[in-house]
């Protein structure tokens, strides 16, 4: 690249970046406060971790959890929390087909300004979630820093936040296709790729602890790829670090630590001068040296609630109670809604992309999805296309988060007989710069030149910022406000 291409190239990134900046802030203000999945709950954790260490106030400890799903006073929030949900009208249009909320009352607004409510609980136990994120720590920062301030801008300031972590996605995505070999140009085509996908652009505006494991994964997937590439120690210690970080975002970040050890596993082999036969020994011992310190260091207990292995189950048999839950999770219906979920389903109320936009975005995928699988069983490198490894990378990454998902789930089945977690497509979005790769990759091998492979990315760029466009123009706005 000469220097004026790498001035364009520069301020290309640089646009991208802005635009995202941009369109996070304006979804920002345009969600209504609590309106976003379990945004009541995320906040009240937020102002439950910004409590003072000694809680010198009355508490009311009810001894069990009465949470009633129609009324937020019943959530063991703060009293701040409560008052704005109400006077907003939470309980009132939470998923409802039709229900707005009431802009021309502006009392409730002036009174939630005055800034005079408690900002701590009262009532046990608490409906905050008992998960340790770093989000959470950051977002508790920022909530003693502006307390001062009404629960609106506090909010906003913690919706930044999250629009800061999806930034580093982006950025993530960008230095991740220069990593694997991909041109400027295409670069920065799967960068605009990942930074107007529409529900990643939501998750990334409101406050939420998915954003912190999305960015986990996509900061996993960049180190792994550059382990690959250049079997240096500093990858290893970066690596290390996002799996930790992916375990202290959410739950399911414990796959990053389980990965760690096929890559590891991979780097020794490259690296230790070891026949075969000797590598073989090494693995074995070295795997049930792990596995024996695994089970001696690690509580029981633990294990025991990431398995449910002592819960009775209410059906006769395993392949019984795996069977009925697929045929649960796995209809054609509920696979729809997966997808509906991933690529554009807005906040609590019936918001969605038309059925006929997911209907090609399914075809898109699937096509590339029969591609990379053919590309991967085939004696071809295209010379446009990534090294294979990468995209063994990115399918187990997916496969292995999808897997340890599913089999929770199927556990909870198991012995309760209800579906907790389902499909929803927020599960698909931590792998989102490893699943586009895999879609585009399939595509330019069908194409082969890369003049045609480009061409078709900037037609999906492009039809990318205008599912973005739709979304907000004609979905979200008059969905919230018409």
Known sequence: ????????????????????????????????VFQNPDE???????????EPTERNWVIQNNGKRNTVSSDISTYGLSEEIIHAAQSTQFDEIKFEKQNIQNFSDTDSEKEILQNNRKHYVEVYPTNTSGTKSVYYLFAAWLERLFSDESIFTRIFVMRFLTVLFGLGVIILAYVTAKKIGFSENLSLLFTTLIAFQPMLSITGAQVNIDIALIFAFSLFFYAGVSLMKDLEWKYVLLIIFSA??????????????VLLYPL??????????????????????????????????VPKSYFVSITNFTAQSKFSSPLESTKKYL?????????????????????????AIPHWSLSIITFITFFGFIGTIWYL??????????EKKYLVLSLGMILALQIAI?????????????????????????NIIAHLLIVITGIGFFLRQK????????????????????????????????
């Not at 369109?23 to 969600?31: A, P, V």
């Not at 000797?278 to 001696?296: E, G, W, Y």
Request: aromatic share 16%; hydrophobic share 50%; proline share 4%.
């Open 1 to 32: 690249m000469n220097l004026r291409q790498i001035v364009t190239s520069k301020i290309t990134l640089g646009l991208i970046v802005a635009v995202f900046i941009i369109k996070g802030i304006l979804l920002s203000f345009l969600i209504p």
């Open 40 to 50: 009541q709950i995320h906040y009240g954790t937020v102002q439950y971790w910004a």
């Open 244 to 257: 930790l970080m992916g375990l202290f975002s959410k739950g399911p970040g414990i796959v990053l630590v």
């Open 264 to 297: 590891f596993t991979w780097f020794a082999y490259q690296k230790l001068p070891l026949s075969k036969k000797r590598f073989a020994t090494f693995f074995i011992v070295t795997t049930l040296l792990l596995a024996t310190l695994l089970f001696l260091v």
């Open 327 to 351: 045929d649960q999770t796995l209809s054609l219906g509920e696979i729809r809604d997966t997808s509906l979920s991933y690529w554009g389903h807005f906040g609590w109320l019936d918001n």
């Open 377 to 386: 069983f085939s004696q071809k490198q295209v010379p446009c296309l990534p």
């Open 406 to 430: 599913r089999f929770y789930d199927w556990r909870v089945y198991d012995y309760t007989g209800e579906i907790l977690i389902g499909q929803p497509g927020r599960y698909f979005l931590p």
């Open 451 to 482: 003049t045609r492979f480009i061409f078709v990315i900037k037609i999906l760029a492009l039809s990318m910022i205008l599912l973005q466009l739709h979304a907000i123009v004609n979905v979200i706005i008059p969905r919230y406000y018409l």
